[in-house]
């Protein structure tokens, strides 16, 4: 590696690099031992490349190069793999009788008041809610003979859909009133079938989100029933199967920079981190738990569906920390760690060092030492 170096080879050192592994965030140093020999070595001493090689060791002529020690702002961050895809997983369920005459294309986004496919030629709407539609909503003689969780997603609806206005129908309302029943021709009269005022079983389908179609299950010309659609959310996500050695060093609200396979970068936050760690069945992989980031510009991610990328993650960040390359680092025989600086007059010696944030992602490494500053130059191995 350079004079120092060569010291410690002749004198029966060995230098190990940590294994490129993208998925577990070990320290990258290059690392310097000595042998069994129990030599010592002064650290503060000026190293030159030494004479004629000693009996039995060989002169290590590895080439290097200088690294600029500088102070800027460092973070931490573990890099993982990840998947980009969409969010949920939604079953669409058929309670209308009937022929199916129209379905939908995979890749198809599906909103509020929009038609998710046709039975016997009638449509079959999407409105928003948690609740199955389950039942006929009509009015009855009074509002308070029609009421209960669907009818109230119901009023929600045709409100959001401007077919009533919260004048006239509160969309905190579980009752079937005569502002509903008018809301319901309002939606009718749109989608282009008899104003009744009244929804059969069947003719509404309540979902939480605008869906994607991911599956067609259903056959045209197929008597209705059952699971017509498989669909997901619009909304995207990053799927990470975080390593569980690593979990308490993620946390929600991390920063992360996701470079996607078109090899460009966008950023995102962590949003969720799972606390139960689970191992594939018949897999000797280590145990993993779902960690979900958010991304900031969604669009940005294109419409591909599970694919891969690269996830960095940056669990920690300091000020005004003088840096140098990890590759500069070298372990000392009694231990710690030292840099080798080369003077003005191009002298080198060592200077030991305390170490503190790595930057994985950058190879840079937070260190403080005596007589270390911003400026100087450090050897490490040539590129």
Do not use: C
């Not at 190069?65 to 895809?85: C, I, N, P, Y």
């Amino acid at each position: 590696m350079s004079a120092a170096t060569d010291e410690l080879a002749d004198a029966g050192a060995i230098v190990y690099e940590r294994p490129r592994h993208r998925r577990r965030r070990w320290l990258l140093v290059a690392v310097a031992v000595l042998a069994a020999a129990g030599v010592a070595i002064a650290i503060t001493h000026p190293f030159r490349r030494p004479g004629p090689a000693k009996s039995g060791a060989a002169d290590n002529g590895a080439a290097t190069s200088l690294a600029t020690v500088s102070r800027r702002s460092l973070s931490a961050q573990t890099q993982v793999d990840g998947t980009l895809e969409y969010v949920g997983s939604y079953n669409v369920v058929n309670q209308a009788r009937g022929t199916i005459t129209s379905l939908p294309a995979v890749g198809h986004v599906i909103r509020q008041g929009q038609v998710l496919y046709r039975v016997d030629g009638k449509p079959v709407v999407l409105l928003y809610g948690s609740t199955p539609a389950y039942r006929t909503l009509a009015e009855g003689a009074e509002a308070s003979d029609v009421t209960g969780a669907d009818v109230r997603q119901l009023n929600v609806a045709l409100v959001a859909l401007g077919y009533a206005s919260r004048d006239d129908l509160d969309p905190t309302s579980d009752e079937f009133s005569w502002a509903t029943k008018a809301g319901v021709k309002k939606l009718q009269a749109a989608l282009g079938v008899d104003e009744t005022g009244k929804l059969t079983l069947g003719d509404i389908v309540f979902l939480p989100t605008a869906l994607r179609v991911t599956e067609v299950t259903a056959t045209l010309g197929a008597q209705a029933g059952g699971n017509v659609l498989k669909t997901s959310s619009t909304r995207r996500q990053v799927s990470i199967d975080l390593e569980a050695t690593q979990q308490s060093t993620v946390k929600i609200g991390d920063t992360v920079t996701i470079t996607l396979p078109n090899g460009s970068t966008t950023p995102g936050r962590v949003s969720s981190v799972g606390t139960v760690a689970t191992t594939k069945a018949g897999s000797d992989s280590a145990p993993t738990v779902v960690v979900d980031v958010t991304l900031t510009h969604p669009k940005a991610s294109g419409t591909l569906d599970k694919a891969p990328v690269l996830v960095a993650i940056t669990t920690d960040t300091v000020k005004n920390a003088l840096v140098v390359p990890v590759t500069a680092l070298v372990a000392l025989a009694g231990g710690g760690y030292a840099v080798e600086v080369s003077g003005s007059d191009g002298v080198r010696h060592l200077v030991p060092v305390s170490l503190g944030l790595f930057d994985d992602a950058q190879g840079l490494v937070q260190v403080t030492g005596s007589g270390l500053r911003a400026g100087q130059h450090v050897v490490v191995p040539a590129s």
